[in-house]
């Protein structure tokens, strides 16, 4: 089964018995890759006590300063959100997020993003997903313990697995037969797309808005290949020099 691509972050975990339940839950499914951004208690004995038997999983962990760092190589950036949020985003039930990760991991990495315990992720992490995967619960009493979350997603991906769910490049990327654009090649084009609105004057840095966020959405939802990502960059960049008029 296509699982070693698959990687579970959890963003500024706060508690060592919470990311070894997360390791626990992962190994019962046959996910391995734990990856840790700016963990406040790890290693640590109560992570260690709470895995039960999945201390290879945390041996293997790979802690990260940045959530950027922890999925650059990614093609696919799944988050669990528990919010409604003011801009919507994608939002999938667990058994469709796992059939879409399945789907990716042909030669393909893809993340699936926790936020904190208390907070979730943050809106700047959001913009960092291409969907958004809601796990239903009690209206009077919706939030799940980290752990708990992970091991529903990590069921669901299990199932697709065991139920033979096709792994090839989705959409757009398996028509075209080209690798999507990693996480990082695609915030790069933001930063891009920022300067060169900042630079026109169409983009008020003092004011934003939610301008910005409404266009990450916009390219969250489309599956963009590293090769038509350098093609927008190279549209930007043209667009950015001055034009040479040469004489007739």
């Known amino acids: 089964m296509p699982l070693n691509r698959i990687r579970i972050v959890l963003v500024q975990p706060s508690h060592g018995g919470n990311i070894g339940g997360c390791a626990r839950a992962m190994k019962n499914m046959g996910l391995t890759r ?19 038997g999945a201390d290879d999983v945390l041996a293997r962990a790979q802690v990260c300063a940045t959530l950027d760092e922890a999925i650059a190589d990614c093609h696919l950036v799944i988050g669990a ?14 058994d469709e997020a796992a059939r879409r990760v399945l789907a990716a991991v042909n030669g393909q990495e893809v993340a699936v993003l926790f ?30 313990n980290l752990a708990c979350a992970v091991q529903v997603l990590a069921y669901e991906i299990r199932c697709a697995a ?26 790069r084009f933001y930063q891009h797309l920022d300067q060169v609105m900042v630079a026109s004057g169409f983009l008020d840095p003092a004011n934003p808005r939610l301008l910005t966020r409404r266009i990450r959405r916009l390219f969250n939802r489309i599956e963009m290949t590293s090769n038509e990502v350098n093609i927008l960059r190279g549209i930007l960049a043209a667009v950015t020099q001055p034009v040479v008029k040469t004489k007739s």
């Open 115 to 144: 936020g904190r315990e208390r907070t979730g992720l943050t809106n700047d992490e959001l913009d960092r997903c291409q969907a958004l995967v809601n796990i239903p619960a009690n209206p009077e009493f919706s939030s799940l």
């Open 34 to 52: 734990l990856l840790l951004v700016a963990p406040e208690d790890f290693p640590g004995e109560e992570a260690s006590a709470r895995a039960a």
């Open 162 to 187: 065991e139920a033979g769910v096709a792994a090839a490049p989705a959409g757009a990327a398996a028509m075209l037969g080209e690798p999507l654009a990693t996480s990082a090649e695609i915030q």
């Open 81 to 94: 959100s528990a919010r409604e949020r003011r801009i919507a985003w994608p939002m999938l039930a667990p």
